[in-house]
């Protein structure tokens, strides 16, 4: 089977950009949504998805956390998808950059700051003042610009928790029909919840017709990681350099943005992403966006079926899926020439390192 699955479009001129060499680019951030009681896993109690973005980034530069005592991985094993990044960074020597965008946590790393702010929960109506967005706007594109200088294939991802319910909000306020469309970490997709988040957000944000400017959408009901995504990718095509969005649903939110932004760059842009997140029935990654724009969306084709530890064999019962550039890192290393079964090997054998680190072999 091939490793890497092309859903939508033509991807092969991101592939040959990939192959000479990348800079992948992990943009951090947190909202208060998170906080809302199961609207999402991404931490074991509501309080603690604040440290995650900080820890996946530890995580995937050190190996080891330093914002909390242990890596992010559930009680029974379910391991973050960083994992996965640094067994793709690790064989492909990649650079690795960490932008905050908004955090509540800051990790404890050399990072990238655009001078932003977390966000509020959307439900207040305003999720980030609209002098903070002007300015992690300006300061994104001011850095992508200047990645591009530096490579001319950047792979974008994210880490940011309930981002998928804030990702739904910005797109139903742009206009489009995200409505049950939004994958979740969870086998069990909290759609309900989130329905009920975003319709109360797009209430209070006074938001009853389709918004014209995104930077607008994202002050009243978005996210600090949609807001810096985009404006790094919009300011690294203009550049030249092709941009890969690693992630899921949440960077057809970011697509739009770019799109409403400044739409003559979408021929650099392309999406990849995981199987297990194509394959969500729960979502529609695929169908959101042929909605939105024309750009190629691939998937790499890991599988922990065969995995001897029953929190990577997790991943195909619909656990966690994506996240911190999983997918689009993966593709990448495929583009290098590594292989599947190289990029499982290291894999297993970083989660192997985690259980000793926590005194659990089993």
């Known amino acids: 089977m091939d490793p890497v699955i092309v859903h939508l479009g033509d991807i092969s001129q991101h592939m040959q950009q990939l192959s000479k060499g990348f800079l992948f680019t992990l943009v951090i951030g947190t909202t208060d949504t998170s906080l809302i009681p199961g609207i999402t ?15 996946d980034a530890e995580y995937l530069l050190l190996g080891r956390c330093r914002v909390i005592p242990i890596v992010p991985m559930t009680p029974d094993g379910k391991p973050t998808p960083a994992l996965i990044t640094r067994a793709a960074i690790k064989l492909t020597g990649a650079g690795v ?6 955090a509540r946590v800051r990790p404890n790393i050399p990072i990238i700051d655009l001078q932003g702010e977390p966000g509020r929960d959307i439900r207040t109506g305003l999720a980030i003042n609209r002098s903070v967005v002007d300015r992690v706007f300006e300061n994104g594109a001011i850095l992508g610009e200047n990645l591009a200088r530096i490579s001319k294939a950047i792979i974008i991802g994210e880490s940011i928790p309930a981002g998928t319910t804030t990702a739904m909000a910005f797109l139903v306020a742009m206009g489009y029909d995200a409505w049950n469309r939004m994958s979740s970490a969870s086998p069990i997709n909290p759609r309900d919840l989130k329905i009920t988040v975003v319709r109360e957000a797009l209430k209070n ?3 009853n017709r389709p918004l014209e400017d995104p930077l607008e959408a994202v002050s009243r009901i978005g996210d600090p990681v949609i807001l810096a995504i985009g404006a790094i990718t919009i300011g690294a095509t203009k550049q030249g350099a092709k941009v890969l969005l690693a992630g899921g649903t949440q960077m057809a939110a970011v697509l739009a943005f770019i799109k409403h932004m400044y739409k003559d760059v979408l021929s650099n842009v392309a999406i990849g992403t995981t199987k297990w997140l194509v394959n969500d029935r729960t979502a529609d990654l695929i169908g959101l966006v042929r909605e939105i724009a024309h750009v190629p969306v691939a998937s790499v084709n890991l599988d ?5 530890y029953e929190g990577l064999k997790a991943y195909e019962g619909g656990f966690v899926k994506e996240g911190v550039g999983a997918g689009g890192v993966s593709i990448a290393a495929i583009s290098r020439g590594y292989s599947i079964s190289q990029l499982q090997g290291v894999i297993l054998s970083d ?6 680190s926590m005194g659990n072999t089993t």
């Open 97 to 102: 950059l960490v932008v905050n965008a908004g």
């Open 41 to 55: 896993i991404a931490g074991a109690k509501p309080e603690l998805t604040h440290y995650t973005p900080a820890a």
């Open 351 to 356: 989660y192997e390192e985690l259980l000793r």
């Open 304 to 308: 922990f079926g065969n995995m001897p």
């Open 205 to 207: 944000a006074g938001i």
